[in-house]
């Protein structure tokens, strides 16, 4: 029991230590019982700091003064512990589409048709929202913001797109959906072609907004919702809905159960979904996703959540869980969310009776760094990953990023799924623009004719390391990869492919 209990109490100890870093003051005062006693054998220091914390995250997040990286060189474990209400993100990246095969070298520059013409001297604005500041974007870095900036320096580079040049403006969002409407109102206004957001909670209050504006909407939050209801929207994802996700990994597992399912898990599969306490939590298990695993035979527990708080206790919740029978435990979170379920399963005891995984936002980098020395608890963990990624080095566009990844001089931390979306984002919006003015010239660019260039595209590549689908009422790519945590000889985390490109399900619901 020492040993479990150790597990948790080294987890417990490094959010402290990164919060600490972080200048933040969330309560750790509501553990249950098994943490409780654990806490009180490591001394009065850690119950003395606990009782300085605030009452609030709120509140905590006015405080954060150093970024993620003052963490990582203050040797905090590379660890951003704030609140987040980011629970809608995104999200994350996103994969080749149902129809189509996934993207490989010879596709990679597949995208970039010729131009009809060339308009020298112009400019095109390109519009996003995402969080600068607050307490999500202490956690997930800056990511999003430096891939696009990267990856809109070599268009321009390059000659633009024929021949005009991307100009970004991003405005801070902290993630907010209230922020994110006041932000999109004031763009409305200066008649974008387009609009890039990054979370569920920006893909659910716009979805109506940019219908009636007739103003695409590129977004990571994979909110089935946002997309399908009502059919033909203007809101396109840079990835799978959340409910395709879920449902295509579980019925891999069912097809490969004998090969990948543990020792003591019994032969019929019992799913148990642990989410943040929003509507990215609530994002797998729709009704659609739940019918369809139903009719497979698989049984999936209620949906258990968890509070989005670097210092929330998951025990009871997945106790609740393994005693009703589970043997599968997907995590619907991202940051500390997946990592306090891996310690918690850890400490439990039940790491090696059960398949631990995860949405794509849960296989990123930032888990692993929160781990930090612990890091090697994250092995054998099974995500969703619809992108290519960062060890995918024959990959033409997974080349260019790491070109101008190292040349911009940043830490190997920051290789996470927040730089690789944003990055190939831009190349899908340039061969978007690139086929809107071969088809309507560059006078002729409205957000309605941006729209009809993407259903005319269908399927729109980004930059070799993914792809976008917006034929017919499609708003979703719907292929993705399966790939499992391991640790080398040397105590680095590779995410390796255990199974490549597969068609997910088709989940999106029934439209109204």
């Known amino acids: ?74 040797g905090a474990a590379t660890v951003a512990a704030a609140a987040t209400s980011m629970a809608e993100t995104p999200e994350a990246t996103e994969a080749p589409p149902t129809e189509e095969p996934a993207p490989t070298e010879e596709m990679a520059m597949a995208g970039e048709e010729e131009c009809a013409e060339t308009y020298d001297g112009e400019t095109i604005t390109v519009y996003q929202a995402a969080g600068l500041t607050g307490p999500l974007a202490q956690i997930l870095g800056d990511g999003f913001i430096t891939g696009s900036n990267a990856a809109v320096e070599r268009i321009n580079a390059a000659g633009g797109v024929c021949g005009v040049m991307l100009e970004l403006r991003l405005e801070d969002s902290q993630y907010d959906p209230e922020q994110e409407v006041a932000i999109y109102e004031r763009y409305r206004a200066e008649n974008p072609l387009m609009h890039l957001t990054y979370g569920s909670g920006a893909a659910i209050v716009l979805k109506d907004r940019v219908i009636e504006d007739k103003i695409p909407h590129i977004t990571a939050g994979l909110n089935d919702e946002a997309f399908y209801i ?106 500390f969310g997946p990592a306090q379920v891996i ?96 088809t309507v010239g560059f006078e002729g660019l409205t957000g309605q004719t941006v729209f009809e260039a993407m259903q005319d595209m269908g399927t729109i590549d980004a930059g070799g390391m993914a792809t976008m689908n917006a034929a017919g009422e499609d708003r979703a790519p719907n292929m993705a990869q399966i790939r499992q945590v391991q640790f080398g000889d040397d105590g680095t985390a590779e995410f390796v492919v255990v199974e490549d490109f597969f068609e997910l399900p088709d989940t999106r619901p029934p439209a109204e």
């Open 1 to 74: 029991m020492k040993r479990r209990e150790g597990f948790v109490i080294a987890l417990l100890l490094l959010l402290a230590l990164a919060l600490a870093a972080c200048g933040t003051t969330p309560q750790v005062d509501q553990l249950v019982p098994t943490l409780e006693a654990a806490a009180q054998q490591v001394a009065p220091t850690v119950q003395a700091a606990a009782e300085e914390l605030a009452p609030t995250l709120q509140a905590a997040a006015t405080e954060l003064g150093p970024t993620v990286d003052a963490v990582v060189e203050a």
């Open 230 to 335: 009502p059919r033909n929207g203007y809101t396109f994802g840079t990835g799978p809905i959340y409910s395709d996700q879920f449902a295509g990994f579980v019925g891999w597992l069912q097809d490969n159960w004998e090969e990948v399912k543990p020792a003591e898990a019994g032969d019929e599969i019992v799913v148990g979904v642990i989410g943040w306490a929003n509507a990215f939590g609530a994002g797998a298990t729709t009704p659609a996703a739940l019918a369809y695993l139903e009719e497979r035979g698989i049984t999936v527990l209620p949906l258990e959540s968890q509070e989005v708080s670097p210092t929330a206790d998951v025990t009871g919740q997945l106790q609740n869980l393994l005693a009703n029978g589970a043997n599968v435990i997907w995590a619907q979170s991202l940051s």
């Open 343 to 438: 310690g918690t399963l850890r400490a439990l005891g039940a790491w090696d009776s059960v398949i631990a995984s995860g949405v794509n936002w849960s296989m990123n980098t930032d888990v692993v760094n929160i781990l930090g020395e612990n890091a090697a608890l994250m092995d054998g963990y099974y995500g969703i990953v619809p992108n290519y990624w960062w060890n995918d080095t024959d990959n033409p566009g997974i080349q260019m990023a790491l070109e101008d990844f190292e040349a911009a001089g940043l830490p190997e931390a920051k290789k996470d799924i927040g730089y690789l979306l944003s990055y190939g984002q831009m190349f899908a919006v340039a061969n978007i623009l690139r086929h809107a003015m071969n």
